[in-house]
C-alpha cells in the first residue's frame, strides 16, 4: 500500500518551522469506498460469479481530471487486478468485479490526477488558434512522457504521435482544426492511456474484506425434519434408512437443503419428558439438543439412528436427489455428555458443586449445560469445539444450523467461521439467533452466511413492507441474508393456530417471495398441525422436541402439492433467487401486500400480491407504472399468474386486483412484456 504522506514534514517559509503536512504533489481525494461493513472492519458478502458493484467518491482541486481504478485480488494472491472506474456524475466513480470462485477476497480504490487528461480536457474547450498551438506542444510533451513508459508497439506509435503533433503545432503554416484533430484522435489517446502517470496517484487506506460464498449461500430452500419422527409405526424410532424413503417426496416439493435437528446420543441425566415434563418414563426418548452419553458427544451418533456408515449413506443418496444434508451445530452438554468429566473447566459450577445449567428466567433447561467461553482453557475448548465442526465437514457435510449463536462468544464465531471457510469455501452457517437486532446484525458481520429473522412476527402490511425494507437494503444487504420460517419446532405463531389453509398458503407465499432464502418445520407445516401446548403458549402440542411423532403417509389436505409449485417457480425465475431490487407497490386495501422483484437483467420481473385476510375476498388497485418493468408508456402487456395459470392484460399504471383466500390467497405474476395480437393468428401469415 502506498503512503502518500511524506517522511519528512515540508517546510515553511517563516522560520523553517516542521509541520507534518501530506505531501503536495499527491491532490486526488478518495473520500468514501462503498460498500464496505464498519469501515473494513467485516467484509462485505457476495456469490462467486456474481457482479459486485463498487463506488468512489473522488476529486481534486481545481479542474484537472482524475482516473480511478477499482483493485482487487484474492487473499492468497500478492497483485491486484484493476478495473477502470467509470464517472457517474458529482464525483461519484463506479466499476465492478466477480470473484471467480468462493473465497476471501479484498477490494480497495486508487486515483491520480492524470496530467494527459487534464491537458485533452482544456484541449477540447480551446478555440483561440495561439492557444491551440501552444496547448498542442504542451501535449507533446505529456505524450512523449507516456511514450517514455510505454514499450514495444507503443512507444513507437506514441511518439511518433507526439513528434507529428510538435511538428505541425509549430509550423506557422498549419491549419488549426487539422491540429486539434490531430490533438484529440480518440485511437491515439487510448494508447497514451495505457501508460498513465501514476507517480502521485493514492490509494484508500483500507484494503476492504469480501467473502463470496456459492449460490446455495444466498438463494436455498430448507426443509427441517426429525429423523426420529420418521418411523414406519406409532412408537417406531426412525432411522436414516427411513428418512431414505422420504428423500423422493421431499425432494418433489422442491426443497434443496434437508436440515435435521441434533443427531447425537442423548443425555440421560435430567431427561425431559413429554411437552417438557420435567420427569422422563424410561422410553422417554428426551430432547435432541440434550447432547452427549455414554455413548459419546457431538461428534457421535444417537445408535438408534444408524451408524456413521449409514449417515453417510443417506448424504450420498440426498445428494443425488438434489439435496444437502444440513446439521444442527448445538454447543452446549448434556449432564452426562463426556466432556462434564474430561473437562469440568469448560463449565460454570455453583456453590452447591453442581453445574449451572443454562436457564432464561423464569425458563429453565435443567438437562442442558452451557460452555464457559471465559474458562482459563478457552483455547483449549474452542479448538475442540472446531474440531466437531471439522468432523461433520468429513461426513460431508457442507451447511450448518447454529443453535443460539448470540449465547457464545463473539470472538468465537469470528476465529471458527475464519478458520472453517478459509479451509473449506463452500460451507454455510445458518445462525439462528431470534434475539435484538443489533445482536443479530453483528452475528451477521463475524461471518454468518445467512440469519434468521423476525418473520414469524410480521403479519400486518405496515410490519411487512417496514421490515423487508429494512432486509433488502443498504447498509445491511451487503452482510445480512435473511432466511424467513414461518415456523419452527421452537415458534408456532397464533396465526397458524388456526389452522386455516389460506393463512399457511399466505404466509408461504410471503416467505418464499419476499425472501430468497426460506424454510419450514415439516411435516407439521404441510399438515397445518396447528395446537399449541396450552392458551397463549408458542409451543406446539406433543412437541417433537421430546417425543416420537407418527404420521400416516397420505394426507389428502396436505399442502405438499401447492408449496412444490410455489418452489419451482422460485426455481424458475431468477428474480426471486436474491434479495436486493425488492420494492413494494402501492395498493389501496392494507389487507393486501404487493411487491415486485427483478433479475439483474430485468428480463425477469415478478409481481406478487398476497390477500393477509384469510376470511373475506379483498379487492384493490395496485401501481404499477409500465415503464418500471420495461414496458413501454400505453402499451399492453400480459400479467401471467404462475399459482393460478392465468392470464391477464394490463395497461397504463393502475390494475385492479381481487383475492379470495378459500381458493388461492395470492398472485404470483411473471411480467410478459410482448401482448399478442391479430399478426399471432394462422390465417393473418
Known sequence: MKNIFSNKPAAVANGGIDIGVPDGAVRAVIDAVLPNVDHGRFPVKCVAGERVPVRAHCFTDGHDVVRVQLCWRANEQKDFREVPMRALGNDVWEAAFSPPSPGRYVYTVVAWVDPFESWRSEMTRRVDPDDVRIAAQIGALEIAAAAARAEGADRVALQRWATELD?????????????????????????????????????????????????????????????????????????????????????????????????????????????????????????PWAIGAAEGGHTAILPALGTPEDFRHLVARATEHGLEIALDIAFQCAPDHPYVKAHPGWFRWRPDGTVQYAENPPKKYQDIYPFNFECEDWRGLWAELKRVIDHWIGEGVRIFRVDNPHTKAFPFWEWVIGEVKRAHPDVIFLAEAFTRPKVMHRLAKLGFSQSYTYFTWRNTKEELQAYFTELSTEPGIDYFRPNAWPNTPDILHEQLQTGEPAVYMSRLVLAATLAANYGIYGPAYERREHLPRSAGSEEYLDSEKYQLRHRPADDPDSLEPFIAQVNRIRRENPALQRDRGLRFLHIDNDQLLAYAKASPDGENVIVTVVNLDPHHVQTGWVGLEPASVGVKDGQAFQMHDLLSNQRFTWQGDWHYIRLDPRSVPAHIFVVRRRHGDERDFDYFL
Open 167 to 287: 511538428a505541425v503545432a509549430a509550423s506557422p503554416g498549419s491549419d488549426m482544426v487539422s491540429l486539434k484533430a490531430l490533438a484529440l484522435d480518440d485511437e491515439y489517446a487510448e494508447l497514451a492511456r495505457r501508460h498513465p502517470d501514476r507517480q502521485h496517484a493514492v490509494r484508500h487506506p483500507v484494503e476492504l474484506p469480501l467473502v463470496a460464498d456459492r449460490e446455495r449461500a444466498r438463494f436455498s430452500t430448507w426443509y427441517e425434519l426429525f429423523p426420529r419422527s420418521t418411523g414406519p409405526a406409532p412408537g417406531v424410532h426412525g432411522t436414516f434408512k427411513d428418512v431414505e424413503a422420504r428423500l423422493p417426496a421431499i425432494a418433489a416439493m422442491g426443497f434443496d437443503v434437508l436440515y435435521f435437528p441434533p443427531i447425537h446420543p442423548i443425555g440421560r441425566e435430567q431427561r425431559k419428558g413429554p411437552n417438557n415434563a420435567l420427569q422422563a418414563g424410561p422410553d422417554d426418548v428426551g430432547s
